[in-house]
Nanobody, 120 residues
């Protein structure tokens, strides 16, 4: 079993910054892909950013140049640095990992979500 623990959400004014963290623990052999998704009230969950085990990153157009995803492989932790936050970034942010566990099988796991609220 794999557990994901998120932290770093909160309330910030527009233009401010927040840093989200997601630490994975458990029977992990390797983490292939780590990602952040978000879901605003009344909207579908959407992909924010991804990072592969090799460090390749990909971002949604709406966060390009403002958000940075990174990972600390030895700690199985990833981060999302969010700068120049906008009111429309308000959402619950979810950590996602695709990892291989010690049995050799690969699974997807989701964090519990952390609320990010950006005020005007």
């Amino acid at each position: 079993q794999v557990q994901l623990v998120e932290s770093g959400g909160g309330l910030v004014q527009a233009g401010g910054s927040l840093r989200l963290s997601c630490a994975a623990s458990g029977s992990i052999s390797s983490i292939n892909i780590m990602a952040w998704y978000r879901q605003a009230p009344g909207k579908q969950r959407e992909l924010v950013a991804t990072i592969t085990s090799g460090g390749s990153t990909n971002y949604a157009d709406f966060v390009q140049g403002r958000f940075t995803i990174s990972r600390d492989n030895p700690k199985n932790t990833k981060y999302l640095q969010m700068n120049s936050l906008k009111v429309e970034d308000t959402a619950v942010y979810y950590c996602f990992v695709l990892c291989t566990v010690v049995s050799g099988h690969s699974y997807q796991y989701w964090g519990q979500g952390t609320q990010v609220t950006v005020s005007s």
